[in-house]
């Protein structure tokens, strides 16, 4: 079976009010190749939407940049739909996907009146690396690199593992992320 690595940038962090702002995304097979060429998408904002500042920061966007994009929000998520339903059946995979870019997936969808259970239904399933990556340091200690925090309690942010593992990352761009969580896999894989 093969996976669809995807992660989403967006304007803040609450998945019924803000929205997707980048997708970036790539069907790969079991042993971490791309079968396609990645897909990297960038939206305008909704009108009427104002997004946290801080999500801007993060995502090292402005406003003006996207309102100087091609696609509006709904043009990307019907995009987003048509990659998801072409690159099927496919495990659906990202870094900490399940509790935070599948809300915002599930509720989009639901919005525009598609099928909000696309990474479940038709033969379609999903993981997280973040629980592999914890589960994976849990049963095989040596197996990836982790951080401390300040009470001594193990990080498994992105940024923090792939600094400590070697791996080049561009953070919080929806694309490096997918790049990063590609490599990650490859390490647990190994």
Not at 109 to 129: C, H, I, M, S
Request: aromatic content about 10%.
């Amino acid at each position: 079976m093969n996976y669809v690595i995807y992660d989403f940038e967006t304007s803040g962090r609450s998945s019924t009010w803000d929205q997707v702002i980048e997708v970036g995304d790539v069907l790969v097979n079991d042993e971490c190749q791309a079968l396609v060429e990645p897909i990297s998408l960038r939206c305008s904002l909704k009108p009427g939407l104002v997004p946290e500042p801080y999500a801007l920061i993060v995502n090292k966007t402005t406003t003006q940049i996207l309102r100087r994009t091609n696609l509006s929000h709904h043009e990307m998520i019907m995009q987003l739909q048509e990659t998801f339903n072409k690159w099927s059946p496919a495990i659906f995979i990202g870094y900490n996907t399940i509790s935070f870019d599948e809300e915002f997936l599930r509720k989009t969808f639901f919005k525009l009146l598609l099928e909000p259970y696309t990474t479940q239904f038709n033969g379609n399933r999903r993981a997280d690396v973040l629980g592999m990556s914890r589960s994976s340091k849990y049963y095989y200690p040596e197996c990836i690199n982790v951080g401390l925090n300040e009470k001594g309690n193990q990080v498994f942010k992105l940024d923090v593992l792939t600094q400590l593992n070697d791996i080049k990352h561009n953070a919080h761009d929806a694309m490096g992320d997918v790049e990063a969580t590609i490599q990650i896999a490859q390490i647990l894989k190994n």
